[in-house]
């Protein structure tokens, strides 16, 4: 979980590019920015400080001038508090052209929060750094509609207490004759717009018995059968259930769906966590904030973190840091919807992308959100409509075949074979220069250990 520390750690990279990163100069290199008392200040433990005060306007702070390379891709740090409760804070770099914001943090009273972001600018020039303090903000956000999966809109109960598990049922039996592997997608969703029309007129009790009945019904039926639930989608955006059941309504419905389910493993699941820095509503800081939440409302059960990952555009620096955030809460992080705007460079876009997340040792898993259906795909397609691949088809086979190759090789003297692999898990024969003797298949996992390389040992007899 993100840590809020007493007395913050030095600057990543010694400062890199910043003039006088550790403020041991004073004030040299740093100015106000819009109309606000800046003041350097040192604790009496050393530690020394830039204060904001008499801020007029939420953007009113201080800055530092840069200057930034087209395309080239920047990481940036900072270790921020507030005077009084808590908010959330962004770092903006204003360019020749527009507003980057490189990332969020939720900063907190008498202890020092980090954010860490990242961005790219379009041209060469200079910028100015800035902070944007925000309270009690609202975001403005453009609903979308997903139709291509039956359990998504509760379409099995187009009327109250009227069930149609038929779709659902075939598609599992499909999957399982097939050897494919099911996500749950979703028992809620929080969004207001996509609540089946019974719903809205229902009462607080009635709400209460249909969520319940919804629950134990999906829930129940396919127990076992799925590797995850999601269990309340979108619930940093939308608040539909808690704005009618209380503040506490998601913790309830991942406590339920646990106690029916404890072989599946349930997930939040959020988009532009990692896709857009400029929407703070679901920062990694607030992802992390809603997973202390449910921990502190009582749930203590397996917990995942969905990252829908829609994108529009490839800022890697943002997606690394998003993910390394959230890395911290030591859960699973799956990338649920991977896909990208359609536009001229969306195949290059999708290759980055999908780079960078699968690099991460803290990702497990990805799913590409492109079903075909004769209509079009949601955003993003792989094949035309007679099944030949396009330029974003061309990037996932190539891409599969690179991380799905097996080494193959002979080991040395000794009986040591060296390769170079990806996270994750492995089936290994060993086979006899005589063409014999082959060994029994062996399994083993590769994980993140520190930068020493790891040994796994085999027999053979001979």
């Known amino acids: 979980m993100a840590m809020c520390l007493a007395t913050p750690h030095r600057p990543q990279y010694d400062g890199g590019i910043v003039l006088n990163p550790e403020l041991n ?19 009496q433990d050393g530690n020394k400080y830039i204060i904001a005060s008499k801020r007029q306007q939420s953007f009113h702070s201080f800055t530092q001038k840069f200057n930034l390379e087209k395309e080239k891709l920047y990481t940036f740090s900072a270790w921020l508090q507030v005077s009084h409760g808590n908010a959330d804070i962004a770092a903006i770099f204003k360019t020749q052209s527009g507003y980057e914001t490189a990332g969020w943090v939720l900063a907190q009273k008498g202890c020092w929060s980090m954010l860490k972001g990242g961005l790219v600018v379009n041209s060469s020039g200079p910028v100015d750094l800035y902070f944007e303090f925000v309270k009690n903000f609202k975001i403005l956000i453009v609903i979308f509609q997903i139709l291509s999966d039956p359990k ?23 999957t ?73 309504a998601s913790t309830i419905f991942y406590q339920k769906t646990n106690t029916i389910d404890g072989r599946t493993v349930p997930f939040l699941n959020e988009y532009n966590t990692i896709e857009e820095s400029r929407d703070g509503a679901s920062s990694p800081a607030r992802y992390l904030q809603k997973i202390q939440q449910l921990r502190q409302q009582g749930y203590r059960g397996p917990l995942g973190i969905g990252l829908e990952g ?61 079903a075909w259906s004769p209509r079009g795909c949601y955003r993003m397609c792989l094949t035309d409509n007679n099944f030949r691949n396009l330029e974003t088809g061309n990037v996932v086979d190539r891409i599969r075949r690179v991380w799905g190759s097996a080494p193959r090789g002979t080991t040395d003297s000794n009986g040591f074979f060296e390769a170079s692999l990806f996270h994750g898990e492995y089936e290994v024969k060993i086979k006899h220069p005589n063409g014999e003797k082959i060994s029994k298949l062996h399994k083993f996992n590769v994980v993140p250990e520190g930068d020493e390389p790891n040994t796994v040992q085999f027999k053979i007899d001979v």
């Not at 998504?152 to 049922?169: F, K, L, Q």
């Not at 309340?232 to 704005?243: A, I, M, Q």
């Not at 959230?326 to 536009?343: C, H, K, N, Q």
């Open 310 to 370: 829609h994108f529009s555009y490839a800022n890697l620096p943002y997606i690394r840091s998003a993910i390394d955030t959230l890395a911290s809460a030591r859960l699973p992080i799956w990338v649920t919807e991977l896909d990208v705007t359609a536009g001229p460079k969306q195949a290059s876009y999708l290759e980055q992308i999908l780079q960078e997340v699968h690099s991460h040792f803290a990702v497990q898993g990805i799913i590409i959100w492109a």
């Open 176 to 248: 399982s004759s097939n050897g494919i592997a099911v996500r749950g997608h979703n028992v809620f969703w929080d969004d207001p717009r996509f609540q089946p029309s019974w719903v809205g007129g229902l009462s607080s009790n009635d709400l209460w018995a249909a969520a319940n009945k919804r629950v134990s019904s999906v829930v129940g039926r396919y127990a076992g059968r799925l590797f995850h639930w999601d269990v309340v989608n979108e619930n940093l955006h939308f608040n539909f259930f808690e704005s009618k059941l209380g503040g506490s």
């Open 152 to 174: 998504n809109r509760y379409s099995n109960e187009g009327a109250r207490g009227v069930e149609n598990y038929n779709i659902p049922d075939q598609l599992l039996r499909f």
């Open 25 to 43: 100069d004073g004030l040299n290199g740093w100015s106000r920015f819009g109309d606000a008392k800046v003041e350097h200040i040192e604790s």
